[in-house]
C-alpha cells in the first residue's frame, strides 16, 4: 500500500505541503517604509527597539524590532531569518548609507530630467554590505532605463538595481501630511491597500472634485474605505434628501 500511495502522489504531480515548524518569530520595520514583516529570530534574544541585520532578497538590511518574540507555528517552506544584533559598527555604517543615498538620489534625479525620462523617482537604497543600491521609482507605464543605468554605474562602482513601485507605495515611503491635517495612513499604521472607488464619493455624498477626493497619491483616499460599509447601511434605511 505504500508503494501505490507513493506513486499515486507522484503521478498526480501535486508538491507536498510543507510541514509546519515551530519558530521563534519577531515583527521587524525596515527604515524605508511602515509595513511590518516577520521573521525568524533563531535562538536571538531580542527585545522592541534592538536594532538588527535581516536577510532580504536584496540582501542584508537593517531593521527595527517591533514585536516581542513570539513561539509560533509557521507554514511557509522558507521564512527569512534575522542575521545578528546590529552592532554599533552596523549603526556607523547605516548611518554611512544613509548620506550616500542623499547623494545617489539627487544624482539619479539629475540624470532623469537630463534625460527627460517619463518617470518619478522615490527613494534611493543601499544594501547594508554596499553591493548593491536600489533605485525605487513610480510611472505609468513601462521604462527603458538600460541608459540611465549606463550613467549610473560608473558613479556609483557597484551593483545597480531599478524597482518599479506604485503610486501608492511611493507616498508611503516618503510619508506626508493628508488634508485632514495627521500624517499619511499609509505611512503611519496602513499595512495593505484595499481597492477604492469613485462610487464610495458618491455613496458618502462627497464632491466628485478629484482634487477633493485625491489622496497626495493622486489617486481616491484610502480613507474613502473607513466608513463605506456605514453609508452603504444608512443610505438604505435613511429618507432621500428632499423628502
Given at each position: ?53 535581516v536577510e532580504t532578497s536584496r540582501g542584508p538590511v537593517i531593521a527595527r524590532v517591533e514585536s516581542h518574540i513570539q513561539r509560533r507555528l ?170
Amino acid at each position: 500500500m505504500t508503494s501505490s500511495t507513493t506513486s499515486k502522489s507522484r503521478s498526480s504531480g501535486r508538491r507536498p505541503q510543507p510541514r509546519p515548524r515551530l519558530l521563534n518569530i519577531v515583527t521587524v520595520r525596515f527604515r524605508t517604509n511602515f509595513i511590518k514583516h516577520d521573521f525568524d529570530a533563531r535562538t536571538l534574544q531580542l527585545r522592541k527597539g534592538d536594532e538588527v541585520i535581516v536577510e532580504t532578497s536584496r540582501g542584508p538590511v537593517i531593521a527595527r524590532v517591533e514585536s516581542h518574540i513570539q513561539r509560533r507555528l509557521v507554514q511557509e517552506d522558507h521564512i527569512p531569518r534575522v542575521i545578528r544584533r546590529a552592532t554599533a559598527d552596523d549603526l556607523e555604517q547605516a548611518t554611512r548609507n544613509e548620506e550616500r543615498e542623499e547623494g545617489a538620489y539627487r544624482f539619479a534625479l539629475e540624470r532623469i530630467r537630463s534625460r527627460r525620462l517619463p518617470m518619478k523617482l522615490v527613494r534611493t537604497q543601499y544594501v547594508h554590505d554596499g553591493s548593491k543600491i536600489v533605485f525605487y521609482f513610480s510611472a505609468d507605464g513601462r521604462i527603458d532605463f538600460r541608459d540611465l543605468v549606463k550613467d549610473l554605474a560608473p558613479r556609483f562602482r557597484t551593483r545597480i538595481e531599478m524597482h518599479q513601485i506604485g503610486v501608492r507605495d511611493g507616498s508611503r515611503m516618503l510619508g506626508g501630511i493628508g488634508p485632514c491635517g495627521r500624517e499619511l495612513c499609509c505611512s503611519t499604521f496602513l499595512e495593505t491597500f484595499a481597492p477604492v472607488s469613485i462610487r464610495m464619493a458618491k455613496d458618502q455624498g462627497l464632491t466628485l472634485n478629484p482634487k477633493k477626493v485625491s489622496g497626495m497619491c493622486g489617486r481616491l483616499m484610502c480613507c474613502l474605505v473607513y466608513e463605506q460599509h456605514v453609508y452603504k447601511r444608512m443610505r438604505r434605511r435613511l429618507p432621500r434628501p428632499g423628502t
